[in-house]
């Protein structure tokens, strides 16, 4: 049966907290050794469960990025395609023209603003837009340094475990 590296760990505990005037002391040293070697085995395999996992989040990365490749691929065809199909109908003078289940039509185009010098726009047509950001680098600094600052306090991070 596999034990869960909970149930090892409590296992281990239990060897040496608990009181074995029953069994001879190499008797104890032989069960703390054999509950040893579980926790080793199962550290080995919880490291590699681990770093399966990372790997697996590295090949989502990849695949994400080519998913995200087809779909831009995907929509400049669709782009060039429509282009293609506008040169056509205009080669014929068409603006229309009817298929069997499909229809094809030239939509006339809508009004689009094209702003070719920014700096020449008239103030009560321009948007403020302002971005705050808490500079966490710097106050970091300063509460180490023993500075108080309203509205911030240094605290432990969260803990996390290292898988060579």
Excluded: W
């Excluded at 060897?15 to 579980?38: A, F, G, K, Y």
């Excluded at 990025?65 to 400049?76: G, H, T």
Aim: net charge neutral; glycine share 2%; proline share 1%.
């Amino acid at each position: 049966m596999k034990k869960s590296l909970f149930n090892i760990s409590q296992n281990l505990r239990n060897v040496i907290e608990n009181d074995h005037d029953e069994i001879s002391e190499t008797e104890q040293r032989e069960l703390i050794e054999t509950v040893m070697n579980e926790l080793k085995t199962k550290t080995d395999s919880v490291a590699s469960y681990a770093r399966k996992l990372k790997s697996d989040i590295e090949v989502a990365k990849t695949e994400l990025d080519r998913i995200k490749n087809i779909l831009e691929q995907r929509k400049n065809k669709a782009e060039k395609f429509n282009d293609y199909v506008l040169m056509c109908m205009d080669i014929m003078q068409e603006s229309s023209i009817e298929g069997e289940t499909s229809k094809l039509t030239i939509r006339k185009p809508s009004k689009v603003v094209n702003i070719y010098d920014e700096s020449k726009i008239p103030t009560q047509y321009l948007i403020e837009q302002t971005t705050v950001k808490v500079d966490k680098l710097s106050i970091k600094e300063m509460l180490k340094n023993g500075h108080e600052i309203s509205g911030a306090k240094l605290e432990d991070g969260k803990r996390s475990v290292t898988f060579k």
